[in-house]
């Protein structure tokens, strides 16, 4: 995970942690272990292909970057079917442009990669923010990259593929703490955006959550969440007011989901057809279906 100058592949560490807490704590038990001055993160379910390594360091030197990032490869389970390369184009981006037009990347505008994968950094940065463990479950990378972007003086975008991203499951699976743990995420994120004085953050970051909670219906119906069960979380999010302060920003959204939603939001009355009608677009038995027509049988590459 770590490595320096003149000697990318000398100082990589292998390390075994006694117990299992999470991706969040191995990351911070690599910082807080390795002495090179480049960082990287891989997932354990994916992997780099042939040169990735290389040609991050050697644009992070050339260019003297914070950050070096590539262009990522999803693929299909274990049979290494290409699903799809997410491309980019080169570019270099200094400050005060960076934080400036970049930052709302963070708050639901995404004009970088919010990961850490798929990246090259400095070591310096995890050290100047002072950066601690966040305890989250999920999304923990994003939050971490969100914290040390204030400390990025220079971010470079290459188009070269320097990670392959294992795309693996069926159906997307129901963690009753999600949506818990997205609301505490928006809650220190909307703090972030006041102490940097970032406000136009603030609106995409309601219209973001607004999206998210949508998400979660459809989420809990492909997990085959009793229908009742999904219209008792519907209705207390609407009872709290969370749900009023994030939906009410974006009137002029022009997306059916989320109109459906602001217009039940702003009566106060629960749109069981919306309901409905999200069941029905999210039936597992369905995606499945049309996956395995994708994927199989004819064996091509996508």
Request: charged share 30%; proline share 3%.
């Amino acid at each position: 995970m770590g490595g320096g100058k003149s000697s990318v592949y000398k100082h990589f560490t292998s390390v075994l942690l006694k117990e299992n807490k999470g991706v969040d704590n191995a990351r911070f038990e690599g910082l807080n272990r390795i002495t090179g001055e480049y960082v990287m993160f891989v997932d354990s379910d994916d992997y780099l292909p042939p040169g990735a390594i290389k040609t991050l360091v050697n644009e992070l030197e050339r260019t003297d970057a914070d950050i070096v990032q590539g262009c990522f490869r999803r693929v299909l389970g274990d049979n290494g079917f290409i699903k799809k390369d997410l491309s980019s184009r080169y570019m270099e981006i200094e400050q005060p442009e960076l934080f400036d037009d970049y930052f709302i990347t963070f708050f639901g505008k995404p004009l970088l990669m919010v990961n850490l994968c798929g990246k090259i950094h400095k070591r310096e940065l995890f050290l100047e923010s002072q950066i601690k463990p966040s305890g989250y479950r999920f999304g923990e990378d994003a939050i971490m990259s969100m914290k040390i972007f204030p400390f990025v003086k220079k971010y470079v975008v290459i188009p070269d593929i320097v990670y392959c991203y294992r795309y693996g499951g069926m159906t997307s699976k129901f963690k009753p703490y999600l949506y818990t743990e997205l609301k505490k995420q928006y809650y220190e994120a909307l703090q972030i955006l006041h102490d940097y004085k970032y406000e136009k953050g603030i609106a995409q970051l309601h219209y973001s959550m607004a999206k998210n909670f949508i998400g979660i219906i459809g989420i809990m119906f492909n997990s085959k969440i009793k229908y009742s069960d999904v219209l008792d979380f519907y209705r207390n999010e609407l009872e709290t007011g969370e749900l009023k302060q994030f939906v009410l920003e974006r009137p002029d959204c022009k997306d059916s989901y989320y109109r459906r939603l602001y217009n039940s939001v702003k009566s106060g009355v629960i749109d069981e057809m919306w309901l409905r009608d999200l069941k029905v677009v999210n039936r597992p038995k369905l995606k499945e279906k049309i996956i395995r027509r994708l994927y199989t049988g004819l064996g091509k590459y996508l």
